[in-house]
């Protein structure tokens, strides 16, 4: 099976040795997977390097064209957000990472509004994080995501955790209801980000076999991603996350979307 993962954080060397592309490239023959989503560091991690962190990744990803796809972020301190988006497009990358507690922003603050009708207009994918993570909860509530859904009717993004599990239903619930929204690379807008749910010592992300199975069968497996929060998880979990997924009572067919044919189809040039 080909497997294609997102949500991989890379960091420069100098910042955090183990989440260097050179690790995630070993990570990912390691794990046996083919492709993955790189994201851009945040732009307070990599300012004291003076470094424009999607300028950056765009460069370092060059080296692996064919195995690294890279997403930008958003500098929220900066200004003119339509441009900056412009600038990841522009750069080659196919999406952007929003983190709300990170980037301590509400996910429908005016500055991520103008970002959400920029990236829908340059078909940009946008991985947004999702669940409990010592901020406010309100700034990201699940069913605002229905709101973004509604607003930008072709911005296609995925929760990554679901929701965490206080808010996987409620995830289920936004993807369902924006299931039938045609864009450019098929139907339906908002996708499941199984990322970091596999292991019980994430009490908040965690999901068990049978959860994931019922979550297959709520949304289907067209909107169901797999994700690995490198550097976050070691290799054995991450090889511990594709055994749990191929050991579901699911078809080989719903397997193999979800583990990578359809972040491919969304993301691949
Ligand atoms: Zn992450």
Known sequence: M????????????????????????????SCEIEGCVAFAPLARQVRELGLDPTVWLAKAVKRRPDRIIAFGTIDLGGSSF??????????????IKIHPPGQRTAILADALLEV??????????????TGPHRSRLASLRVLDFDEIALRFPRLRFSLEHVGGYAGLRE?????????????TRGVGTVFAGLTTVFHPRWREYYLSPMMLEELVYRIGEDHIIFGLDF???????????????????????AKEKILGEVLH????L
């Not at 990236?119 to 994918?125: D, G, N, Q, S, V």
């Not at 995830?171 to 864009?183: C, D, S």
């Not at 998880?233 to 699911?250: G, Q, R, S, Y």
Request: aromatic letters at 8%; a negative charge; proline letters at 3%.
């Open 231 to 253: 550097p976050y998880n070691d290799v054995n979990e991450t090889k511990e996350a594709i055994k749990i997924i191929n050991h579901l009572n699911i078809s080989t067919a």
């Open 171 to 183: 995830a289920v619930g936004v993807i369902q209801n924006n299931e039938h929204r045609p864009h």
């Open 2 to 29: 080909r497997i294609w993962a997102n949500h991989a954080h890379v960091f420069p060397q100098e910042l955090r040795e183990e989440g260097s592309l050179d690790n995630l490239l070993l990570y990912m023959d």
């Open 116 to 129: 959400y009708a920029e990236a829908e207009k340059r078909e940009l994918f946008i991985s947004f994080h």
């Open 265 to 268: 189809a969304q993301i691949a």
């Open 82 to 95: 339509k441009s900056q988006v412009k600038k990841i497009h522009d750069l080659g990358m196919r999406g």
